[in-house]
């Protein structure tokens, strides 16, 4: 790889460190699992301060106990990149959930997913250089809520296009929440302010084999996100990915949670045998059927995404008398899939909100990075605790950010 800076072409040799890669030969990289890998430069360098021949350093995006994420500019283009930083000491599972995030994007490519530009490494480091956004979707989310349905149903549909992309494809996200979203820039539309962008791929994997051999068995996520089949340690699928959605969507047009409690055995009960409180005399017939379609207990009813984006209200259509949803010919069609059936704040955000649910359980996280191999059906039979923690949740989500006056139509600015 070669640029020119100041009239001096510098070049790094790329290094191959992808395991996709370092499998078979060269033809496997052509696909897999039915998607092509994506030839992203990989490069190796001794120190940060190379990369300073190409980019010029900006702002702080966002920090955590990973690294941290930086404004950046290409020297050449003159164009805007966010860099992700990893340190590779004292990271614990965050250097091995990077480098996932890393096989997992290098797999796919879809508008409304992060795109990873290419990567630069050192003994000490990973750079990640991603596509700039310019807003972090919680942030606005606690200055507007709830959102009109127009607006939450741009959002959903953006989002459901997306996991219908990653589910085609055997990928389940796994920690979809708002702190994951993020607003980049429409290139048809400028104008368009909820371009959404799906991010933190860290707990992705690619699920394999047929039927029993195909379900998850990890306990990892963010519980208030958490679907049910999750929470009670049972296997589960991709359709953890739509109970999150509708979540999301259930907090877009509500501005609260479905399930809240400050103890955490109290709001894992709530997710597992309550039913969501819906304001229907404010909520079209439409949304609030589209929630209830979504926050099904037995993931075999729940409705997967391909059929989120034929629902009525995505479709801005009317239910009608006769429209009803069989079941029956639902639990048909995963009959032959499955038996029986989603952490911390986001990497791009700077600060935390009140709302965040953590789960103070420990994560039982993959054992590699992406488990292309069988995975085994035990299942895991005890919950641990950290000795000494206590049952404690940030506060209701329906309390309003002090001091915020924006309103849905209001222009945001860049971050």
């Known amino acids: 790889m070669s640029f020119i800076v100041n009239g001096q072409k510098m070049m790094h040799a790329a290094v191959n460190t992808d395991p996709l890669?370092?499998?078979?030969?060269?033809?496997?990289?052509?696909?897999?699992?039915?998607?092509?890998v994506r030839n992203i430069p990989h490069v190796k360098i001794a120190e940060m301060n190379e990369l300073k021949v190409w980019y010029d350093f900006g702002e702080k995006i966002g920090e955590g106990g990973f690294g941290m994420v930086m404004s950046v500019k290409d020297r050449s283009t003159n164009k805007k990149w966010a860099m992700k930083v990893v340190f590779k000491t004292n990271v614990g599972n965050r250097l091995m959930l990077a480098q996932q995030e890393i096989q997992i994007l290098k797999l796919i490519q879809h508008p409304h997913i992060i795109y990873l530009d290419r990567i630069y490494e050192s003994s000490k480091r990973i750079y990640m250089i991603f596509e700039k956004c310019y807003?972090?979707?919680?942030k606005?989310?606690?200055e507007r809520k709830p959102f009109v349905e127009k607006i939450a149903k741009k959002i959903i549909s953006e989002l459901v296009d997306a996991v219908a992309y990653l589910h085609k494809y055997d990928i389940?996200?796994?920690d979809l929440k708002m702190e994951n979203i993020l607003l980049g820039e429409n290139p048809e539309?400028?104008?368009?302010e909820y371009y959404i962008k799906l991010t933190d791929f860290g707990l992705s994997i690619v699920r394999s084999g047929k039927g029993v051999d195909s379900m998850l068995h990890d306990f990892c996520g963010t519980l208030c996100y958490m679907a049910p089949e999750m929470i009670t340690f049972r296997s589960y699928s991709q359709m953890c990915d739509m109970w999150s959605i509708g979540v999301i969507l259930y907090m877009l047009v509500m501005g609260k949670f479905p399930f809240f409690s400050k103890n955490q055995q109290e709001l894992q009960d709530l997710i597992c045998t309550q039913d969501p409180k819906l304001n229907e005399s404010k909520l079209s017939v439409e949304v609030t059927d589209l929630i209830l379609l979504l926050l099904v207990k037995d993931p075999v009813k729940r409705m997967r995404a391909t059929e989120v984006l034929q629902h009525p209200w995505i479709l801005n259509t009317k239910i009608t008398k006769g429209m009803h949803y069989n079941i029956m010919e639902k639990m048909k069609e995963w009959k032959s899939e499955m038996t029986v059936e989603s952490g911390?704040?986001?990497?791009w955000v700077a600060t935390s909100t009140d709302d965040s649910c953590k789960s103070k359980q420990p994560m039982a996280l993959p054992k590699?990075?992406?488990?292309?191999?069988?995975r085994s059906s035990k299942k895991l039979n005890t919950r641990s605790k950290t000795p000494g923690s206590r049952d404690v949740l940030p506060k209701d989500a329906s309390?309003?950010?002090t001091g915020s006056t924006r309103k849905n139509g209001a222009r945001r600015k860049p971050v």
């Open 21 to 36: 890669q370092l499998t078979k030969a060269q033809e496997l990289k052509q696909l897999y699992y039915g998607l092509k």
């Open 135 to 138: 807003g972090d979707f919680a």
């Open 140 to 142: 606005i989310y606690h």
């Open 172 to 174: 389940v996200h796994r």
């Open 189 to 192: 539309d400028p104008s368009d």
């Open 344 to 347: 911390a704040v986001s990497d």
């Open 368 to 374: 590699t990075n992406i488990n292309f191999e069988r």
């Open 399 to 401: 309390k309003t950010t």
